[in-house]
């Protein structure tokens, strides 16, 4: 199945219920368009209680309903942008969805057995199927299985009826957002290979001080390496579900990091964004990214700093020059 190549942002990370019918996302759509973007991650949140639960929610205060995201989709397609539409299990526990894990079956008390991962599965599924469907009705091109799921990933026997009743609602490609890849640690899954192309958590760092895009790059160049491997491997181009850097002093370092604080560095970011492709946009088994993120949701007092926010948004920084240029290429 052919899949476009994506040059765009990720959008409504933890928005709550009634953000997407609001005059001020309206107004972001229009600033998205006006920075080039081809494409948006658009982003539901789905809840459940704890890490532990084994039941995801859709949720008065955090879910946007379904009518307001067929909206939301309209307007960026009335713009011309494509829509990925990515579910997001979050857990009000605040702690990351990539922890949600469970014993296996066992029968310490005898004949009490309790399947937490079927249950699990059995209502991620149904989740899924929701979320397909109404990307089916809304026309988006692209529908995300699932995002940095990294307890859940090794439950190979449960992942291709998730894809399969997500390919029974839904025609379009279908992807999954793998967590960041480390060369050497496991990464690749059977079941990655149901799927149309790959998507991974790009948050690769370099350790110098203050590098330019050059530098960048130079240090990325082996994990694009192990990356083409990767794509090889399961016969599936890859992209970049999400990448990005906080525009913060060191920011290179580690990009993934949205809790420490520092000063502002719009360079940083900049030059992050610019080193990444660089890195990767010779390489024909990469599809492109979306940049994580275009707005910021929640407050994070650390990121207000005197020379400006350093947060992973791009709009108004040195970034939002490097993205325009890009996307104004062929």
Excluded at 154 to 167: D, G
Excluded at 263 to 289: H, I
Aim: charged share 20%; with cysteine; aromatic share 12%.
């Amino acid at each position: 199945m052919k899949t476009p190549f994506l040059k765009g942002v990720s959008y409504g990370f933890m928005a709550p219920a009634g953000t997407y019918r609001s005059e001020a996302a309206q107004r972001e759509v229009e600033a998205i368009h006006a920075i080039g973007a081809n494409a948006v991650a658009l982003i539901v949140t789905v809840v459940q209680e704890r890490y532990s639960s084994t039941r995801m929610v859709a949720d008065f205060r955090h879910t946007p309903g379904d009518l307001e995201i067929a909206g939301i989709i309209d307007a960026f397609h009335r713009r011309g942008i494509r829509v990925m539409l990515k579910p997001m299990i979050e857990c009000l526990d605040s702690v990351w969805r990539g922890h949600i894990r469970f014993p296996p079956t066992q029968q310490m008390v005898q004949g009490v057995q309790t399947d937490y991962w079927g249950q699990w599965f059995s209502h991620y599924a149904d989740c899924m199927a929701h979320y397909a469907r109404l990307a089916q009705d809304s026309g988006a091109e692209l529908f995300c299985v699932g995002c940095e799921l990294l307890g859940c990933e090794p439950q190979e026997a449960y992942w291709p009826e998730v894809i399969a009743r997500v390919r029974s609602e839904y025609t379009g490609p279908v992807t999954y957002n793998a967590d960041q890849f480390r060369p050497g640690q496991p990464f690749v899954r059977n079941w990655f290979r149901l799927l149309d192309l790959l998507g991974v958590s790009f948050y690769s760092g370099v350790p110098d001080v203050d590098p330019d895009a050059e530098k960048i790059a130079e240090g990325l160049h082996p994990v694009a390496d192990a990356l083409e491997a990767v794509s090889q491997d399961i016969a599936l181009p890859l992209f970049f579900a999400e990448c990005g850097a906080r525009s913060v002093a060191g920011g290179t370092r580690e990009p993934w990091r949205y809790d420490v604080e520092g000063a502002y560095d719009g360079a940083a970011q900049a030059n992050y964004l610019e080193g990444v492709l660089k890195a990767f946009s010779a390489r024909a088994w990469w599809r492109g990214l979306l940049w994580w993120k275009w707005d910021e949701q929640q407050r994070r007092p650390h990121y207000n700093q005197p020379g400006g926010d350093t947060g992973f948004t791009i709009a108004g920084k040195p970034a939002a020059a490097v993205f325009r240029r890009w996307t104004a290429s062929s």
